[in-house]
């Protein structure tokens, strides 16, 4: 396995001692919203931030668990742990959400990402940043941008451990379903951070044979403040995953050894320079790859059937930037190079004979971009516009503006506003597949308009209420017809559209050493133009809902200490019900259904037995239960959700630091 000998030489880092200044932190302020930080009170879009120190603590390992109590958020996965993952935002379809790692963008052409492959490790924050944002980043931030920022390390160096044993509420004549481990290290001075991460995740998951997951993962980054007006900062990522895949498309398990499996790469490098007193220059270079497939060879001689595929997809970009500072404004000017590259290979086998697929794409688009942020007392304001140059779709504007303000007798009252435009991109199969599917080289990109309201009130420091709106467009849409117009007519078209519509409701308060939130949701999706399909079973149903976008979620968390040495936390959370489709895996007939809606309630703790003293290091407990009455429910038709699962743990930190 290529994580470990790279991630132990990069954990070996030697230890940086230094101030204790913080020059490397984000608090207070928001960087996915605009080229520069802004402060939380000038942000004029619904922007959650979960912060990664509270969701370690709370026990939560996946990227995927943490967002799945975020308001206008859904999470969708295809039975046990390491199954796809995909998430709905604000009604929007699952590769309508671009996925940043310290700015480097990780979908795939076309959008799609898949949530199983991230994890908490490292994390410093999460931004969730709703509605759309093209006019910044260009394709797949249709309905929102998901950002996972990492750890750059400050203090003292810090040296953590985490072992983890699993139980699951499945029956298996085995104490044990799984096992988890991380290592970490931080540290640094007031010119330089960093920090490394490394962990193994393995458990059999929840059916009765071949349902294993195994992920290893690996981040590292590293800020570099050579002088006063220069930084530089750098990311690597490294993740391994294999899920053992027993199921059909119906969710029957029929299947012994088939497996899908992922290898991802990401890397970032981030150049910034003052070169006056006003202007700022960034240069940022990225670079993300995937290399992932299906190996489902024959389960026996009497077995003729099998498939196995092979994909590598690469994104490269390199972008420039200049920000200048006019009093309280912040002009943003800049251009985009990047490349986007994707080699498949598949091979099946059946009684008729063995068939052979292989197929390269590849597309470049030049971006360039504008964009001004000001606040004028009470008022904020922001407004973008960037222009895409794709060499297979031609060119296109997107644009976005938003108002901010505090109400001038009630100081903890924010009202804000925005609008905007955004694109998603086809997948290069839309594009270009052949055989038996043709792909369509004329696609345009899929579209959405998107508009939100909302008001937030500050109860002094210890609540905050939070109220938003919103209202979207989707059009364009991308459609299959297994019937085109003529024949030898491509089988994609851009026909479909939809809309949805919402609120979302956030509440937190911490008080006497209880701290607490809850989110609502509320979320009305209509198909406004179905395209080529018809019929009740049909995917898009003219005036029906979207598949799997539930009508109200809800949860409410909350966590306190317990005399000096300990902690619980606890988190419920409804996802309402939902519309599916079941799968005739016989006739491949397909069934409209109502998936019910289902409640989980998780609940855990941690008591340090062992307080740092000199080189001691503080060693904790973990106990905490996932799914805690054992709820039996779907969140894909066909495909079980895991059920009651224990997790006992051990921790070990060392050193000071952060």
Same mark, same amino acid.
């Given at each position: 396995?290529?994580?470990?000998?790279?991630?132990?030489? +990069?954990?070996?880092?030697?230890?940086?001692?230094?101030?204790? $200044?913080?020059?490397?932190?984000?608090?207070?302020?928001?960087?996915?919203?605009?080229?520069?930080?802004?402060?939380?009170?000038?942000?004029?879009?619904?922007?959650?931030?979960?912060?990664?120190?509270?969701?370690?603590?709370?026990?939560?390992?996946?990227?995927?668990?943490?967002?799945?109590?975020? &308001?206008?958020?859904?999470?969708?996965?295809?039975?046990?742990?390491?199954?796809?993952?995909?998430?709905?935002?604000?009604?929007?379809?699952?590769?309508?959400?671009?996925?940043?790692?310290?700015?480097?963008?990780?979908?795939?052409?076309?959008?799609?990402?898949?949530?199983?492959?991230?994890?908490?490790?490292?994390?410093?924050?999460?931004?969730?940043?709703?509605?759309?944002?093209?006019?910044?980043?260009?394709?797949?931030?249709?309905?929102?941008?998901?950002?996972?920022?990492?750890?750059?390390?400050?203090?003292?160096?810090?040296?953590?451990?985490?072992?983890?044993?699993?139980?699951?509420?499945?029956?298996?004549?085995?104490?044990?379903?799984?096992?988890?481990?991380?290592?970490?290290?931080?540290?640094?001075?007031?010119?330089?951070?960093?920090?490394?991460?490394?962990?193994?995740?393995?458990?059999?998951?929840?059916?009765?044979?071949?349902?294993?997951?195994?992920?290893?993962?690996?981040?590292?980054?590293? /800020?570099?403040?050579?002088?006063?007006?220069? %930084?530089?900062?750098?990311?690597?990522? +490294?993740?391994?995953?294999?899920?053992?895949?027993?199921?059909?498309?119906?969710?029957?398990?029929?299947?012994?050894?088939?497996?899908?499996?992922?290898?991802?790469?990401?890397?970032?490098?981030?150049?910034?320079?003052?070169?006056?007193?006003?202007?700022?220059?960034?240069?940022?270079?990225?670079?993300?790859?995937?290399? /992932?497939?299906?190996?489902?060879?024959?389960?026996?001689?009497?077995?003729?059937?099998?498939?196995?595929? +092979?994909?590598?997809?690469?994104?490269?970009?390199?972008?420039? *930037?200049?920000?200048?500072?006019?009093?309280?404004?912040?002009?943003?000017?800049?251009?985009?190079?990047?490349?986007? *590259?994707?080699?498949?290979?598949?091979?099946?086998?059946?009684?008729?004979?063995?068939?052979?697929?292989?197929?390269?794409?590849?597309?470049?688009?030049?971006?360039?971009?504008?964009?001004?942020?000001?606040? %004028?007392?009470?008022?904020?304001?922001?407004?973008?516009?960037?222009?895409?140059?794709?060499?297979?779709?031609?060119?296109?504007?997107?644009?976005?503006?938003?108002?901010?303000?505090?109400?001038?007798?009630?100081?903890?009252?924010?009202?804000?506003?925005?609008?905007?435009?955004?694109?998603?991109?086809?997948?290069?199969? $839309?594009?270009?597949?052949?055989?038996?599917?043709?792909?369509?080289?004329?696609?345009?990109?899929?579209?959405?308009?998107?508009?939100?309201?909302?008001? $937030?009130?500050?109860?002094?420091?210890?609540?905050?209420?939070?109220?938003?709106?919103?209202?979207?467009?989707?059009?364009?849409?991308?459609?299959?017809?297994?019937?085109?117009?003529?024949?030898?007519?491509?089988?994609?078209?851009?026909?479909?559209?939809?809309?949805?519509? /919402?609120?979302?409701?956030?509440?937190?308060?911490?008080? =006497?050493?209880?701290?607490?939130?809850?989110?609502?949701?509320?979320?009305?999706?209509?198909?406004?133009? =179905?395209?080529?399909?018809?019929?009740?079973?049909?995917?898009?149903?003219?005036?029906?809902?979207?598949?799997?976008?539930?009508?109200?979620?809800?949860?409410?968390?909350?966590?306190?200490?317990?005399?000096?040495?300990?902690?619980?936390?606890?988190?419920?959370?409804?996802?309402?019900?939902?519309?599916?489709?079941?799968?005739?895996?016989?006739?491949?007939? =397909?069934?409209?259904?109502?998936?019910?809606?289902?409640?989980?309630?998780?609940?855990?703790?941690?008591?340090?037995?062992?307080?740092?003293?000199?080189?001691?290091?503080?060693?904790?407990?973990?106990?905490? &239960?996932?799914?805690?009455?054992? $709820?039996?429910?779907?969140? &894909?038709?066909?495909?079980?959700?895991?059920?009651?699962?224990?997790?006992?743990?051990?921790?070990?930190?060392?050193?000071?630091?952060?």
């Amino acid at each position: 396995m290529r994580i470990l000998p790279i991630a132990a030489a +990069l954990l070996a880092f030697p230890w940086a001692a230094g101030a204790q $200044e913080d020059v490397f932190s984000l608090d207070g302020f928001v960087v996915t919203v605009s080229p520069t930080p802004r402060a939380l009170r000038s942000v004029t879009s619904h922007v959650t931030i979960l912060e990664g120190q509270e969701l370690r603590a709370n026990g939560i390992t996946s990227l995927a668990d943490a967002l799945r109590d975020v &308001a206008g958020l859904d999470i969708v996965r295809n039975g046990s742990f390491g199954a796809t993952t995909s998430l709905f935002l604000r009604g929007g379809e699952s590769d309508h959400t671009l996925v940043l790692v310290d700015g480097v963008q990780v979908n795939r052409a076309g959008g799609g990402f898949d949530f199983a492959s991230l994890t908490t490790d490292n994390i410093e924050r999460v931004e969730v940043v709703r509605g759309p944002a093209s006019a910044l980043y260009g394709s797949d931030a249709m309905a929102g941008v998901v950002h996972v920022v990492t750890r750059t390390g400050r203090g003292l160096p810090r040296v953590s451990a985490t072992v983890e044993a699993a139980s699951f509420a499945e029956p298996r004549d085995v104490a044990v379903d799984g096992t988890r481990w991380s290592a970490d290290v931080t540290g640094g001075s007031d010119r330089f951070g960093y920090s490394a991460s490394l962990s193994r995740e393995s458990n059999e998951g929840i059916l009765e044979f071949n349902n294993r997951f195994q992920r290893s993962a690996f981040t590292g980054r590293a /800020g570099f403040v050579p002088d006063d007006l220069t %930084r530089l900062d750098l990311t690597v990522g +490294l993740t391994d995953r294999r899920f053992h895949r027993p199921t059909d498309g119906s969710g029957q398990v029929v299947d012994r050894n088939a497996f899908d499996f992922g290898d991802e790469t990401l890397a970032s490098l981030r150049l910034s320079r003052h070169v006056s007193g006003r202007v700022e220059v960034q240069v940022i270079l990225s670079a993300s790859e995937l290399d /992932g497939g299906t190996d489902d060879a024959p389960d026996d001689p009497s077995d003729t059937d099998g498939f196995n595929s +092979l994909d590598h997809f690469r994104r490269t970009g390199g972008e420039v *930037r200049a920000n200048v500072t006019l009093g309280a404004a912040v002009l943003t000017v800049g251009g985009e190079l990047e490349a986007e *590259r994707q080699r498949s290979f598949s091979e099946s086998s059946s009684s008729f004979g063995t068939s052979h697929g292989r197929s390269e794409s590849e597309r470049s688009n030049r971006a360039a971009l504008v964009h001004a942020t000001t606040e %004028r007392g009470v008022l904020a304001l922001n407004a973008g516009a960037r222009i895409e140059d794709n060499e297979r779709f031609g060119g296109g504007i997107t644009w976005q503006g938003g108002v901010s303000a505090h109400l001038p007798d009630r100081p903890g009252t924010l009202v804000r506003a925005s609008i905007g435009t955004a694109i998603k991109e086809p997948s290069f199969f $839309e594009n270009f597949a052949t055989g038996f599917v043709i792909g369509n080289p004329d696609l345009d990109p899929e579209r959405s308009r998107s508009w939100e309201v909302g008001v $937030e009130h500050a109860l002094s420091e210890l609540a905050t209420l939070q109220v938003t709106y919103f209202d979207q467009k989707l059009e364009d849409l991308i459609q299959y017809t297994s019937a085109p117009p003529s024949a030898g007519d491509p089988n994609y078209y851009n026909v479909a559209g939809a809309a949805s519509r /919402g609120v979302e409701f956030d509440a937190s308060l911490r008080w =006497a050493g209880l701290e607490t939130g809850a989110a609502f949701t509320w979320l009305h999706t209509e198909v406004t133009n =179905a395209g080529f399909d018809s019929g009740a079973s049909a995917e898009l149903v003219d005036g029906e809902r979207l598949l799997r976008r539930p009508t109200h979620t809800f949860s409410i968390r909350g966590a306190r200490g317990v005399a000096g040495r300990g902690r619980i936390h606890t988190a419920l959370s409804y996802v309402g019900t939902r519309a599916d489709r079941s799968f005739d895996p016989a006739t491949f007939a =397909a069934t409209r259904q109502e998936l019910p809606g289902h409640l989980r309630w998780t609940l855990g703790g941690e008591w340090k037995v062992l307080s740092r003293s000199g080189r001691s290091p503080d060693v904790s407990l973990m106990l905490r &239960a996932d799914n805690l009455l054992d $709820e039996r429910y779907q969140e &894909a038709w066909g495909f079980a959700a895991p059920g009651r699962q224990v997790y006992l743990g051990v921790s070990m930190a060392l050193g000071g630091g952060v």
